[in-house]
């Protein structure tokens, strides 16, 4: 059994979550990524290493979910729920928020999360940390009407992170949530203040100094605390 700490992280094939493979190669983790489409994949498999395993798999297919977990020999450490989309930034008048779009937003992101933490529990190590990635856009208390359905999902993934650090405090495993800032992705757009890099290597220090006093709490990628 490899003495590396492990860590799953969704859609790892871009963005975001592809840098937090990178940083966690470079942390000399144990890493596990996995994505929904090969085509769309391409980076990812060209920082192919003896430490990564590769996974096709959609956080909405809990068959497929239960497939990849049954293939994890090693107790996973690190749960870092960061597959995400994102419709577009119009209000619910636009065509961004027809009705198909809002469900595969809240599909993904919310309850996408839920089948990743349900169906991966049973393969955490003792003191494993459960991270999701949430955003600065799901806090009640903003005065913005675009992007209405993301930054709906975003609040219920705040939400449902306080139900699951609850669910497993008998267990002593820290749940957390996090804002990864505002990066230069796909999502973020070219004008965005962070790199992806800046990002990563910031939460996945963050991620490691989480202590399971910090459970049930909603962090920007800093470490500082963030309010709901």
């Known amino acids: 059994m490899s003495n590396l700490k492990t860590i799953l992280i969704t859609g790892a094939n871009r963005g975001i979550g592809l840098e937090l493979v990178r940083e966690s190669l470079a942390k000399k ?15 990812l498999f060209e920082l192919s290493s003896n430490d990564m395993k590769l996974f096709e798999m959609d956080v909405v297919d809990e068959k497929s979910i239960l497939d990849v977990s049954k293939n994890i020999h090693n107790p996973i450490d690190y749960l ?7 419709n577009g930034y119009g209000s619910i008048f636009d ?20 089948l990743t933490v349900k169906h991966f529990s049973k393969i955490l190590n003792k003191d494993a940390k459960i991270i999701l990635i949430s955003s600065i856009m799901g806090v009640q208390n903003h005065s913005g009407s675009s992007a209405t359905i993301y930054r709906a999902s975003k609040a219920a993934v705040n939400n449902i992170m306080i139900s699951i650090s609850e669910e497993f405090k008998s267990k002593k495993i820290t749940v957390a949530s996090f804002h990864p800032g505002w ?3 796909d999502m973020g757009g070219p004008n965005a203040t962070l790199s992806t890099k800046e990002s990563a290597s910031s939460l996945i220090k963050n991620f490691e100094n989480l202590t399971f006093e910090n459970t049930g709490k909603f962090f920007n990628y800093d470490g500082t605390t963030m309010n709901f």
């Open 29 to 43: 983790f144990s890493v596990i990524g996995t994505f929904r489409n090969r085509e769309n994949s391409q980076a």
């Open 80 to 86: 870092i729920c960061n597959a995400g989309i994102n």
């Open 183 to 185: 990066v230069r992705t």
């Open 95 to 114: 065509q961004d928020h027809t009705h198909e779009k809002m469900l595969e937003v809240l599909n993904v992101n919310v309850i996408g999360s839920i």
